[in-house]
Nanobody, 130 residues
Framework: QVQVVESGGGLVQVGGSLRLSCAAS????????MGWFRQAPGKEREFVAA????????IYADSVQARFTISRDNVKNTGYLQMNSLKPEDTAVYYC???????????????????????WGQGMQVTVSS
């Protein structure tokens, strides 16, 4: 059984920063890719950022490009989403999701879709106050 453990959400003022963390716990689990999605009240879940674990290649939603950075620590088997210059429209529940290590996606853009992700965290609230 694999659990996705998220941490780091909370309340921050406009222009501030937060760092979200995500790790897989439970049985030994190889990660192919990690993604972050978010869902604001009354809106559909949307893609934020993703990273291929071994190569470190990344992809971002246009709305967060240059403000958010996704990274991973191979030793700790933990991923991070550094969020800077936060705006009120970044307020949402943020979800971490994992693609298992036996996957092989030819195109990076496939990670912007929910489909490849087998494991999802419970979600955590990020609120940006003005």
């Amino acid at each position: 059984q694999v659990q996705v453990v998220e941490s780091g959400g909370g309340l921050v003022q406009v222009g501030g920063s937060l760092r979200l963390s995500c790790a897989a716990s439970g049985r030994t689990f190889a990660i192919y890719a990690m993604g972050w999605f978010r869902q604001a009240p009354g809106k559909e879940r949307e893609f934020v950022a993703a990273i291929r674990w071994s190569a470190g290649s990344t992809i971002y939603a246009d709305s967060v490009q240059a403000r958010f950075t996704i990274s991973r620590d191979n030793v700790k088997n933990t991923g991070y989403l550094q969020m800077n210059s936060l705006k009120p429209e970044d307020t949402a529940v943020y979800y971490c999701a994992l693609v298992p290590g036996d996957s092989d996606l030819r195109f990076l853009w496939l990670l912007t879709r929910p489909t490849p992700y087998d494991y999802w965290g419970q979600g955590m609230q990020v609120t940006v106050s003005s």
